[in-house]
């Protein structure tokens, strides 16, 4: 066996281990048991945003990927955005179940 095939065997052992950690966690934020294990699997997967240290760590990815303050090369928006309260988004998708999180992993609400 060579050092890559042994490389490839411990990554795809590390996808596997994160991809459970996921699963896991969002079994234990919908209180849900393993009963439908491959439809609460694919929402999973649909669902999950990733993790993230701190809620404004998610805020700020979340606006990226959403392209919230994507500006066409104005510049207006670069100036909004300095101005921008990530922190408070953060909690307003919280409260407002946009997303929810369990031990720092994120998930859009399916409802």
């Not at 411990?10 to 919908?30: C, F, N, P, R, W």
């Not at 979340?62 to 919230?68: F, H, K, Q, S, V």
């Amino acid at each position: 066996m060579t050092v890559a095939n042994l490389e490839a065997i411990e990554e795809a052992i590390e996808q596997a281990d994160k991809s459970l950690a996921v699963l896991s966690t969002y079994a234990m934020g919908y209180g849900l048991s393993l009963a439908n294990w491959e439809s609460f699997a694919q929402d999973a997967e649909n669902t999950y945003l990733g993790y993230y240290g701190s809620d404004r760590t998610f805020a700020e990815n979340y606006a990226d990927r959403i392209g919230l303050l994507n500006s066409g090369g104005n510049g207006q928006i670069e100036t909004l955005a300095r101005y921008f309260n990530f922190d408070y988004w953060a909690s307003s998708l919280l409260a407002n179940k946009t997303v929810w999180k369990h031990e720092g992993h994120y998930f859009e609400n399916l409802a």
